[in-house]
């Protein structure tokens, strides 16, 4: 692989990083820079002296954007926030193609989708490759018809299909009048953070970027990679992997230095026993990991009244300890009939009439596409929440499913994941466990079947 360094930042993505943080969907993510540093003091220890002076310049730089910027809330809440589970806004796609666009307006409709399904793909947080069959705009209604995605999403697709070229020149605009604020107040220290970074890069990097990814398994590396610095996104790294380019944070070495230096997971560890050595706690984990059940359905179980369960849900979430069992289903037909197959396996005769051996609302039995895409766009919306959740869990029923899972896992920069597998019975179960580094604001991610 052929990796190249630059020493220089590209503003244009500096202000998406700073906007989209402005604007990310939340209200407990951090909004500014003041807010991740508070956030990341807090998390991991570090005393806010530590903080304060190498972050000052970024704080001034984003506060003279943000001040200054001669734009509307609507039109940068409409470029920059997230929707409906994706984990980047609109912005970012509309951004990739916008120095190289066609003038989609002018095209045929087929040819016109097919520039248009790299953008609409992201936006809709999907491959490529799930879009190949639509190749007219009925085609693509139908697909969105069936889609899970939230009707923001898809009202956002239609738009883009009739207006796209209006949309990169507003954006153009946009990002014109963000960019030349940003070089105006761009600190003095700018050209020797960027040089320390690539620095820094090269010796984290050196001939595999992968490895600054745990378990990040490339099926087909790209020829070629830019790694560029940035002071937007300082605390982490980015790989865009569309445009072949990684975005390496001006302080992540430091960070990194900074949390193995003050970092204590004690006290973290003392709370997370405490959350599950209440009796009732125990209890109310057993009975989940048995199947489907709401609260209702615990309180019942278990005797308790329905607040208190609340309450002990509450303590639990707190401490990062989630679980979901999705919709085994797509629809009520397809639940009926695997439960008549069941029956009439474990008993040896045909069963026609159904009794389910679980309980639970519709909506908590089956769901449009079914298992696997209920959990494609739960492992999407996750990245939403990955500050207030250590760990997601999930059951997972089909072998079938773990590939999609697997692409859709790293489509999103999940640094690591592993596969555990149980049997009860005749009952096959795996666990698959991912998460990423401590001091990125990741998300950790446990599915068991």
């Not at 970024?58 to 409906?84: A, K, M, P, W």
């Not at 039995?365 to 990955?386: A, P």
Request: glycine residues 6%; aromatic residues 10%.
């Amino acid at each position: 692989m052929q990796i190249q360094y630059f020493e220089r930042l590209n503003p244009e993505m500096e202000c998406i990083y700073l906007l989209e943080r402005r604007y990310q969907a939340g209200e407990d993510a951090p909004h500014s820079i003041p807010a991740l540093r508070d956030y990341l003091s807090g998390k991991y220890n570090i005393p806010m002296f530590e903080l304060e002076a190498m972050l000052q310049p970024l704080i001034d730089l984003e506060n003279y954007v943000v001040s200054n910027l001669q734009v509307s809330e609507e039109q940068l809440r409409f470029f920059f926030s997230s929707r409906g589970g994706t984990t980047s806004a609109l912005a970012r796609p509309l951004y990739a193609v916008l120095h190289s666009r066609p003038h989609y307006g002018s095209l045929p409709e087929a040819e016109k989708l097919g520039a248009l399904k790299r953008v609409l793909a992201r936006v809709l947080g999907l491959e490529t490759e799930d879009l190949a069959g639509i190749d007219s705009f009925d085609a693509l209604i139908r697909f969105l018809l069936q889609s899970p995605a939230s009707e923001d999403v898809k009202w956002i697709c239609t738009a883009l299909f009739y207006s796209i070229d209006d949309y990169m020149e507003e954006l153009d605009i946009i990002l014109r009048k963000a960019t030349a604020l940003f070089l105006e107040h761009v600190p003095d220290t700018a050209a020797s953070l960027c040089r320390g970074a690539m620095k820094d890069a090269k010796a984290k990097i050196g001939d595999d970027p992968v490895s600054l990814f745990v378990n990040l398994n490339l099926q087909q590396r790209p020829e070629r990679l830019t790694v560029v610095p940035s002071m937007m996104a300082f605390h982490g790294v980015q790989w865009d992997f569309a445009a072949e380019t990684l975005y390496f944070g001006v302080y992540y070495a430091q960070l990194g230095d900074l949390i193995v230096k003050y970092s204590d997971q004690s006290a973290s560890l003392v709370r997370r026993l405490k959350s599950i050595g209440d009796k009732s706690r125990l209890e109310i984990l057993r009975a989940v990991k048995d199947g489907p059940c709401n609260g209702q359905d615990i309180a019942e179980k278990l005797s308790l009244a329905p607040a208190t369960i609340s309450h002990h849900m509450n303590l639990l979430c707190n401490e990062g300890l989630t679980i979901c069992n999705p919709p085994f289903h797509s629809s009520r037909e397809e639940a009926e009939d695997g439960t008549l197959r069941k029956l009439s396996s474990l008993k040896g005769t045909k069963i026609n009439k159904v009794q389910l051996n679980f309980g639970g609302s519709a909506n908590e039995l089956w769901c449009e596409g079914g298992e696997v895409r209920f959990l494609l766009n739960m492992i999407s919306e996750s990245q939403k929440y990955q500050k207030n959740c250590g760990w997601f869990t999930s059951l997972v029923s089909k072998e079938k499913n773990l590939e999609k899972l697997y692409t859709k896992l790293k489509s999103v920069n999940v640094s690591e994941y592993k596969v555990i597998r149980m049997q009860q019975g005749t009952k096959s179960s795996r666990i698959l466990r991912s998460f990423s580094y401590p001091w990125k604001t990741g998300c950790r991610w446990c599915c068991a079947g």
